[in-house]
């Protein structure tokens, strides 16, 4: 079945460093993918949608320059952390929509920055 | 804007036992609603669905059906394992977000053998 896969799984920065965590649809095509962030114990909240060969939209509230998007192709979207700090720590999971299918989600990365 | 309240957890629960996450909705015309579960350190994979009222999404045991009488999507299961033991997740999808899906808190299960 379709998967969509993240990479990588968990990552330690310091802070003042970029990390950048790379999400990929495997065996179908994705024009949009969706990036989240969890904080412990709580629910998943929609930081931008990532739209392949144009810019990403973004929620209200979330930093454009910090979170950058880049989805340059239908099989991969990239969501870079800029600068980061000790309260970006946080799990950042994508999904990817097949053509009239179903959400797929990625496994998540876990991001500590120390 | 869409809203999703789900029960707070976290909920512990014996092998066998009968399980209700409730679920409660605000949405504006008639959103299609979601269960997803989240084993530990994994993605979300979707549970069910329902896209219209009164509909019942069902997989694995698990049932709810979308009442819009009480804005409600609750999930059950008739005898629980301990392998169900995950987080699960309430979402809409509204009719004009598109593939935007709104969660819940989440509601964390724990089924002991």
């Known amino acids: 079945g379709a998967v969509v896969s993240q990479h990588p799984s968990w990552v330690i920065c310091k802070s003042g460093t970029s990390v950048k965590i790379e999400c990929r649809s495997l065996d179908f095509q994705a024009t949009t993918m969706f990036w989240y962030r969890q904080f412990p114990k709580q629910s998943l909240m929609l930081m931008a949608t990532?739209?392949?060969?144009?810019?990403?939209?973004?929620e209200q509230g979330v930093e454009k320059d910090k979170f950058l998007i880049n989805h340059a192709s239908l099989t991969l979207s990239t969501l870079t952390v800029t600068s980061a700090h000790p309260e970006d720590s946080s799990f950042y999971i994508c999904s990817a929509r097949q053509v009239l299918g179903p959400l797929h989600f990625g496994n998540g990365t876990r991001l500590t920055v120390t | 804007g869409d809203s999703v309240t789900q029960m707070e957890g976290p909920v512990t629960l014996s092998e066998e036992a009968f399980l209700t996450i409730n679920c409660t909705y605000t949405?504006?015309?008639?959103?299609?609603l979601f269960w997803y579960v989240q084993y530990p350190g994994e993605g979300l994979q979707l549970l069910l669905k329902a896209t219209k009222a009164d509909d019942k999404g069902s997989n694995k045991g698990f049932e709810a059906t979308y009442r819009k009488e009480t804005t409600s999507f609750h999930l059950e299961k008739g005898s629980v394992q301990v392998s169900d033991s995950a987080v699960y997740f309430c979402a809409l999808s509204g009719e004009t977000s598109g593939s935007r899906l709104t969660f819940g808190e989440g509601t964390q299960l724990t089924v002991n053998p």
């Open positions: 949405a504006t015309g008639y959103p299609s």
């Open positions: 990532s739209n392949e060969g144009s810019k990403a939209t973004y």
